[in-house]
C-alpha cells in the first residue's frame, strides 16, 4: 500500500511534490497519508485535501508526530474511522492568520485580505462543526469554538491524541511508548 508523506510546511514550495506522489500511486486500491507536520497556508492545504479526495480507493491518514494549524484541519477531511495517531501524536487548532505583525499593520492587512481571511475561517468553522463533537470539545478545552475562529485574536488549542479520540477527530490510536 502507498504511502504519501506530508511532512514539513504545507505551502507553494511543497504540495506540488504530494500532490505529484498522489498521482503517482492513482491505481492503487489504499493509500495512507502520513502527517507530522506543523501547518501552512490554507489555500495549499486544501489542495492537498482535494487531491486526496479524489482518490477512489480507500484512504486512510496517519499522524506521526504533529497536525498543527492547517495540517490539523486537513485531518477533518477524512473519516473519522480512517484516521490514526500514536499516543504521543499532538493536534493544534486555531483560525487561519497571517502574522501578528502583518495583521496588526494597517496598510498590509487591508479589508480585502481580512474578508478572505473570514471566509477561510468559515470554511474551517464549518469543517470543525461537522466534524468535532464541540460540546466536549468546549468542556475539554475550556474554549468556544466561535472563539477559536474569532477575528479578534488569536487562541491555540493543542489537543493530545487522546483528546482528539475524544471530540471526534481520530479514530484509533496506536500505542509506542513502552
Known amino acids: 500500500m502507498p504511502e504519501v508523506l506530508l511532512y514539513g510546511p504545507i505551502e507553494s514550495y511543497t504540495v506540488p511534490d504530494i500532490i505529484k506522489e498522489i498521482d503517482e500511486h492513482a491505481e492503487a486500491e489504499e493509500m495512507t497519508m ?27 491518514l496517519k499522524v506521526d508526530g504533529k497536525a498543527f494549524s492547517a495540517a490539523a484541519f486537513a485531518t ?42 473570514e471566509r477561510i475561517n468559515k470554511n474551517y468553522e464549518t469543517a470543525f462543526r461537522n466534524r468535532v463533537d464541540v460540546a466536549k470539545f468546549e468542556e475539554l478545552k475550556g474554549v468556544k469554538v466561535k472563539d477559536l475562529f474569532s477575528m479578534n485574536g488569536r487562541v491555540d488549542v493543542f489537543l493530545s491524541a487522546q483528546e482528539a479520540k475524544t471530540v471526534g477527530i481520530v479514530g484509533k490510536i496506536n500505542k509506542i511508548t513502552p
Open 76 to 117: 477533518l477531511y477524512t473519516e473519522q474511522e480512517n484516521v490514526e495517531a500514536l499516543d504521543v501524536s499532538e493536534f493544534m487548532f486555531h483560525r487561519a492568520a497571517y502574522p501578528s505583525w502583518f495583521e496588526s499593520n494597517a496598510e498590509f492587512f487591508t479589508d480585502e485580505l481580512k474578508g478572505n481571511l
Open 34 to 60: 502520513r502527517i507530522n507536520s506543523g501547518g501552512g497556508s490554507p489555500e495549499y492545504g486544501w489542495g492537498v485535501v482535494a487531491k486526496f479526495a479524489e482518490f477512489t480507493g480507500k484512504r486512510k
